[in-house]
């Protein structure tokens, strides 16, 4: 598509082309690009993202930015960049094995032919004993150690809703040291809900004023407007004249009344916002609130405040991640203001907010080098680059964009965050028990090479240290897969962003 196009989005579309609003006025959703939480009201010469959707009406937007070098693409650059840079691990064991077992092979070829010659061994009792050394050494034990436990491990994670790609993210995941996550959609529900409304006139009929706040929300497509009018009780009052006022609220006539429900701009404007609800609105504002308020021609009634409310397992998976001595960082494309308030809510100290893709990327690269091995939990396009850098990448597979979870090392598809600190303390296990297996493979290799050597040993033990010790190494594996599961109900206690009606 040639720069300069005209290019029209209806309501529900995405954004093809990075570009600049022509004509037009509507919500549009950047969370999967920007993280923003709210979608963002776009009016004639603001920019928009390939990638974004349109949310309530039509937009003409003018393409700026061809498609090799729009910001979707510029995207999966930085993917494939973080992708490339990563070295693979080389595991101990196939390492050892590369020595051990030519070695083993060797000495017992020395003991056949070097026996008779220099112990005046008979050749049939130099080629027994060659033969028993290689049972006893024959590595099936060591080299199904590692495969067994890897294997139980997936296993066990995929139990719980966490799907691993592959052994190595397993292992690693033992040695992560701070856990950064995105804000909307992954500690947050990424939704927008009614948080809180407040009458402004005492003795108001509060019940009639939910009512006509609902009538006016009702006959909006904005996401806000939705959210205010799913947070309150049906209303039967019936509003004529519906009117958009672009950017700043609704408008309609109930019993001959004119009515609005907009924002703090339009309240201004309107010269209706007194010192007392300029102070509220301040306060909801410095939590990360949207706020709408309804008023009528002779002053404001109340105000309603919307925001994108915490998933109900966010502060206790922070809580565990603590207890690990995982360091827990934020880092969104939202502003601070609401990164911050988020933060309050679930004990986070670090937060970075107003960061672009390339930015979340190098904030990972920070902490790898500041901190030590980094994982990167979250569900949007623009957390891409982050999860494919992160040393392990973890996508929400409930909610998360494809592009997030081809990015990711773990997928968690209950979108449960506690599943992060499960996978620490499984990957901890599984280190365990391997270097139980191979300690345990080695050594009754060991103690059976030393029982040949003072010629202690014959054929049948030989036997029972290989299928024994294979057999053990198995059985020892396998726990992993008894381990208990964390309880897949809801979490008691107090939810966050609970409605506090009057």
């Not at 294979?470 to 939810?495: C, D, H, I």
Request: charged letters at 15%; hydrophobic letters at 50%; aromatic letters at 4%.
């Amino acid at each position: 598509m040639p720069l300069d196009a005209i290019v029209r989005v209806g309501p529900g579309e995405r954004v093809p082309m990075d570009g600049v609003v022509a004509e037009g006025t509507s919500a549009v959703d950047q969370a999967p690009v920007t993280g923003e939480s709210i979608p963002v009201d776009k009016v004639p010469g603001d920019m928009t993202f390939a990638g974004t959707i349109n949310v309530s009406s039509t937009l003409c937007i003018r393409v700026t930015a061809v498609s090799t070098n729009s910001t979707l693409a510029r995207i999966i650059v930085a993917v494939e960049q973080a992708q490339a840079s990563r070295a693979p691990t080389q595991r101990f064991v196939d390492r050892f094995a590369a020595v051990y077992t030519p070695s083993v092979f060797v000495l017992a070829l020395a003991v056949a032919l070097l026996g008779p010659w220099l112990l005046a061994w008979p050749w049939l009792t130099a080629i027994y004993k060659a033969l028993v050394l290689l049972v006893i050494a024959c590595p099936c034990a060591l080299v199904i150690s590692t495969p067994v436990t890897i294997v139980s491990g997936l296993a066990a994670a995929a139990r719980r809703g966490i799907l691993i790609k592959g052994g190595v993210h397993l292992e690693q995941a033992r040695l992560i040291k701070a856990v950064a996550f995105d804000k909307t959609g992954t500690l947050t529900e990424g939704k927008p809900r009614l948080v809180d409304w407040s009458p402004l006139e005492p003795a108001g009929d509060n019940a009639r004023i939910e009512r006509i706040a609902a009538a006016l929300a009702a006959h909006s497509d904005h996401p806000v407007a939705r959210a205010i009018a799913a947070g309150l009780s049906p209303s039967n009052i019936d509003a004529k004249g519906f009117t958009a006022l672009a950017g700043r609220g609704i408008q309609a006539q109930i019993d001959g009344e004119p009515y609005i429900l907009g924002n703090h701009r339009l309240i201004e404007d309107r010269g209706q916002c007194s010192s007392a609800l300029e102070a509220m609105l301040r306060s909801h504002e410095e939590a990360g609130h949207t706020v709408s308020v309804l008023a009528a021609e002779d002053g404001a009634l109340a105000l309603f405040a919307v925001a994108d409310t915490l998933k109900p397992t966010s502060r206790q998976a922070i809580a565990e991640l603590g207890s690990l001595g995982i360091r827990p960082v934020m880092l969104t494309g939202d502003n601070q203001v609401t990164a911050q308030a988020i933060a309050r809510e679930i004990g986070l100290a670090d937060v970075r907010g107003n960061l672009l893709p390339e930015e979340k990327l190098a904030a990972i690269k920070s902490l790898q080098s500041q901190v030590g091995p980094t994982a990167m939990a979250g569900d949007g396009i623009n957390d891409a680059p982050a999860l494919a850098q992160a040393d392990i990448g973890v996508a929400m597979g409930a909610a998360g964009t494809d592009i997030a979870m081809e990015a990711a090392d773990v997928v968690v598809m209950n979108d449960d965050l506690r599943c992060i600190a499960e996978t620490v303390r499984l990957s901890r296990k599984t280190h365990a028990v391997l270097w139980q297996n191979i300690c345990l493979a080695l050594g009754i290799k060991a103690v059976f090479l030393l029982l040949a050597i003072f010629d202690n040993a014959t054929m049948w033990m030989a036997v029972f240290a290989d299928m024994g010790a294979s057999l053990l190494v198995v059985a020892n594996g396998l726990r992993l897969l008894r381990a208990p599961q964390r309880p897949s109900g809801p979490l008691t206690g107090p939810m966050p962003g609970s409605l506090n009606s009057p």
